[in-house]
């Protein structure tokens, strides 16, 4: 078997295994749980906090960039601290409180510390008016205020009167924070999985992401790939601008790559394809979920969403897609408080881990073979290979694969040729190509 | 701003605001109100005092092309002149008066002055069985006979007995009249607007196209364009057939063009494709009736119709559309004496009139542009880009389309495969470009 | 007219008039109903004599290939006759007689004489338990076994008891028999027409394909044609192996054919598509059936069903499609007793036949025309060809005819391009044609 032919020898099969394991849900949900409650911002403790608690599952590097360095367009803000934030009554109790909810406080507020009665107040408060129970998830980073979010319902109970708005935050210079994890394939070509980092707690919008992501590349980093797997966990925007400026030359070796946020929660699955729309992860992630769910929500590229904006900008033009469960700014827990710990749960977390592991699994391992007998059908009964199927209760389903992976396999088809032809799951027709070729009946035929 | 920069200069958004008019749809309805008396045929008076009243309002030129005249593999046939027409009854009253309604005689009938008995006079009597009280429109143009056509009711109303039937006519050597007027633009390429001219009271098939392009000629007359704008009346078939003989070797100026008829009524909009399917025009229109109206009728090409079947016939194949509102020959008044004035109304006709100017308006601005600075995405908020459209309540709009224009301008994509990508109108797309160039976000890249 | 332009001349509309006869479908099913009671098998004197019987309309060759012959993969099993087949109950009495019906024998069964209990027999005895009335149709070709299918109810109704099974069968070397016409014709390009000569008493699958094949080719046979056709009457899989690998080298010269099987039932047509997929005969094939019935079933290319499977394998690649009514294993007869000659008709076998005529007149006449006057529209009514067509009530159909014949002919379109684009069916465009090169207003432009 040559090195081209090996992509059906381990890693194959084995890839999806040696990843997989009954408990991942329970184990991205665990870690998506303990990073919840820290207060995350674009820069800042929070997410220096949050990459500690990643880097106990895996030996992620972690990059400090200056305030005020240059990164393509754009320049490093000042870092964010935030230690406290109130608003006191006129009795001086806490009526908003940041140690109850982070969210709470204008992410990325300016200090502030001042009294002024309800009517002055309530134009540095953000509310939803439409959900009355919930906090709002708001930012100001790039345009300097104060400010609070609370549930309508806690500000229409406010009584008139004097009260006491403090935020103990500091802007100043410091640097932004990113985590890196890569892991050496065979090649220099990369396969880059992104999550921003930024958000406080909201559970699906990202803790789920970055959590996925640390469990994945924990499993991958001892394996044999071909690929060189590339793990980001970065602020949004500025996060994937910064990575893209300091490897603004090699960056073109990141052949596929997929966005991840939300994918904790009850819905069924969104892909959002790369601005070329036919490349290999498109076809990837639109066969896999097309096989794990009746009807996932496929959508072109648009310039909006989270950084595949950035890699996907003309100047760099990188196969990135966003997967999602829920397509962001479509649910209505989307930015508020909503999106807790009891809205994202470890089956969904862990039908999410696979999917991004079969479509691994495809990048990985799809191949071209050359049928050896390729006039009429070689006889596979005198070959045992009906019997090595015929006991199976799959085994039409296996004789198909076989009959699609010998008619189609002309050196000129791949194997996601064949299982997006076929309408038979990838791995189906991997494993196959790997009897038929341990059977003489398929020789490799390079790489798509 | 270089010379293709200059798309996006005046003309730009200005050619829309130049071309149009609050009082536009009672302005067009007007003249055709006017024209619509006049009985037209192929050739003769009826086509000439026709363009007298075009002129009033454009500077057209009038071509009287010999009856004999060769032309292509056509001859220009002899002119024909009505004066009067009747059928009398016993009691010489007029039952049937061509005064009272031109689409009474058979257009293009030989003279005639005989006296028969009702069952004889039926022979050439046409009437619409299935439409009782209308008048049908009837022609025999290349096959010599008489006629008279009436409502049915009328016919069933008439006594036996004998009666005269006269049609004052001339079939005689002279010219055929067709009215053209050219727009010099900047380049010597063309884009034709076409309507035919030969039809008689009807006032959707052609009162309607006759009198837009007389008023968006008149309009566009004193503007400094891109394209060279030629517009045609002419009587169908013969008409265009003449054209196309006398400008056979200039013919391929023409890049892009429209015929238009019915665009009075209150249907939603019709386009027929060119014989190319994807032509720039194509593109244009489809977008434009897109964005107008839920469900265009956008239909392919098919050689029949109106004068599109000569520009596209084999040996010239230009690229020009069908442009109506009512498909012809589907709906009930057409070709009888319901497509009168009552049919058509100002407010439709303004409706026409700006699907055609936003469709000049595509054809004249778009252009390519190549993103300034394409490595992620510039930074809107420290040039005031952000704040410029925030205070707008399009400005979600109008970010999505600086973001789209900022990602798809790769000097690739043009303005126009921005706006089809995007479902964003063009005119936004081209103002948000507008917008970009001015910011030194953009740079020209040439015309698609 | 030129050798290109023949095309139209006859053959030409002349071809299907001679191929057709208003008994057409009767003299199919009479053939069928001849050759049903035979007990085929993939070898064995059932072939032979069923060969015989086409012989009698058709001077075909008939092959024998020895047993032991390699055939590509494969290798010529021995031949299998039959005799006799009962089983006997306790009193002697037949329960089960192959002379009552040949499906009562498991096909190419291993002799076998042998007394057992009811409970011993059953595992030699194949029902179908949801259609307990029928006998099932069972094969054991490449696994030396034997058995018996029943209905459910008869084995219902067997008493408990000693039983005698016997099937005085043979299998012994000998050699496979297939039959072949070859019909000449000007060039060496071939046609395939294929139908298997396996099945036993099934009137659907396939004794319909036989007998329509052989009908087909006593008609063809003396006929002048552009394309050499090839018939082939072959039992399924090895059949087909065996002939590829007789006429490895050659076989390219198949660049259209068809399998034919259950063409003889009520439901509407089914056509699956060449491994290609746009090869001329699916394009011929779908305009077909798309004009003879509303919704076609056409389906896609995938490896499994008759012997398409071999002629479209990777080696061979050619351009072999599946016509069929019913979709095989989509019936409730499919391989069973009920597939019997109430299950086929006269008037469906002749639409089939009508079917697989009018694609062999695309195949044949298909061709490319230049118009002779390409600039405009000529003018029809100086040639009379509306006067030709005027007094039709089809006139209208033949007027779009010829425009569009006219309009497209620019030596690129073919007349399938025009047929497919028009919608209108291809006899009626290629007549058109033929009425317009008779004018003078075509030239030949030669073979798509």
Chains 1, 2, 3 share one sequence.
């Not at 500690?52 to 601290?81: C, F, I, N, Y």
């Not at 590339?230 to 997929?258: C, D, M, Q, Y």
Request: with cysteine; aromatic share 10%; glycine share 8%.
């Amino acid at each position: 078997m040559s090195a081209d032919g090996g992509a059906l020898a381990p890693p194959g099969a084995s890839l999806i295994e040696a990843l997989d394991s009954a408990d991942i849900g329970e184990e991205i949900y665990a870690l998506a749980a303990e990073i919840y409650p820290i207060c995350r911002s674009i820069t800042g403790p929070g997410v220096r906090e949050t990459l500690a608690r990643l880097a106990e599952r895996v030996p992620l590097e972690m990059h400090e960039v200056p305030t005020g360095t240059k990164a393509l367009d754009w320049t490093v803000p000042q870092e964010w601290s935030i230690r406290d934030a109130y608003i006191k009554n006129a009795a001086a109790e806490r009526v908003v409180d940041f140690c109850k909810h982070n969210l709470h406080v204008l992410n990325y507020s300016a200090p502030v510390s001042v009294r002024l009665p309800l009517a002055e107040l309530k134009k540095y408060v953000f509310t939803l008016p439409s959900q009355p129970d919930l906090i709002p998830y708001r930012t100001s980073y790039y345009n300097e205020r104060w400010g609070f979010c609370m549930s309508q319902n806690a500000l229409d109970a406010l009584p008139e009167g004097e009260y006491e708005a403090v935020i103990d935050s500091t802007l100043e210079d410091g640097s932004l924070t990113y985590g890196e994890f890569v892991h050496r394939g065979e090649t220099e070509d990369e396969f880059l999985l992104s999550a921003h980092i930024c958000h406080p707690s909201l559970a699906n919008d990202n803790c789920s992401g970055l959590s996925l992501l640390a469990l994945l590349a924990k499993r991958l980093a001892g394996m044999k790939t071909r690929y060189t797997y590339r793990f980001l966990w970065a602020p949004g925007t500025i996060g994937a601008i910064v990575w893209l400026s300091r490897n603004e030359t090699s960056a073109h070796r990141i052949k596929h790559g997929v966005v991840l946020s939300c994918v904790g929660d009850g819905k069924d699955f969104t892909y959002k394809r790369t601005r070329r729309g036919n490349a290999p992860i498109d076809r990837a992630m639109t066969h896999v979920l097309g096989h794990m769910t009746a009807k996932p929500n496929i959508i072109d590229f648009f310039p909006y969403g989270y950084d595949e904006r950035q890699y996907n900008s003309p100047g760099f033009k990188l196969d990135v897609g966003l997967f999602q469960r829920s397509q962001f700014a479509t649910f209505p827990e989307y930015h508020t408080s909503g999106d807790n710990l009891a809205f994202i749960s470890p089956a969904h977390l862990a039908e999410s881990y696979r999917a991004i592991v079969a479509a691994i699994d495809i990048i990985e391992n799809d191949a071209r073979f050359r049928n050896v007998l390729p006039k009429g059908e070689p006889q596979l009964g005198k070959r045992g290979l009906y019997a090595a199927i015929g006991g199976d209760k799959d085994s039409y389903a296996k004789s198909m694969a076989m009959l699609w992976v010998l008619n189609l396999s002309d050196g000129e088809h791949s194997l996601l040729d064949i299982a997006e032809r076929s309408q038979i799951p990838f791995r189906l027709v991997a494993d196959t190509a790997e009897l038929l070729l341990a059977n003489d009946l398929l020789a490799p035929a390079g790489r798509p």
